[in-house]
């Protein structure tokens, strides 16, 4: 059973920056690839970036893509996320998740057996 801790969410300006971190413990976190997603009340959660477990292959979602970028460092059992460019349409509260399937970087979220608690994200115009 993996626990999964996200941080480093708040409350920013439009186009700044933040890097969301998310540790895991209970587990061997090099045999899993990873995931980021966000969610917004009332609508789906929605996909955001994935990597697998060797950093390997990564995945974007096409409107992140060039402004997000995901990494991970199995040493500290912990992946990132950083965000650039922030505006208020990234508003959300965003979940890292775990895939049992260490090679998938996967963009769906039923692949994930593992979520986070979710660290809310605030960008201010």
């Known amino acids: 059973q993996v626990q999964l801790v996200e941080s480093g969410g708040g409350l920013v300006q439009a186009g700044d920056s933040l890097r969301l971190s998310c540790e895991a413990s209970?587990?061997?976190?090099?045999?899993?690839?990873m995931g980021w997603f966000r969610q917004v009340p009332g609508k789906e959660r929605d996909f955001l970036a994935a990597i697998s477990s060797g950093s390997s292959t990564t995945n974007y979602y096409e409107s992140v893509k060039g402004r997000f970028t995901i990494s991970r460092d199995n040493a500290k059992n912990t992946v990132y996320l950083q965000m650039n460019s922030l505006n208020p349409e990234d508003t959300a509260v965003y979940y890292c998740a775990a895939n049992r399937n260490r090679y998938a970087a996967s963009t769906f979220s039923t692949h994930y057996a593992y979520w986070g608690q979710g660290t809310q994200v605030t960008v201010s115009s």
């Open positions: 209970g587990g061997t976190f090099s045999r899993y690839s």
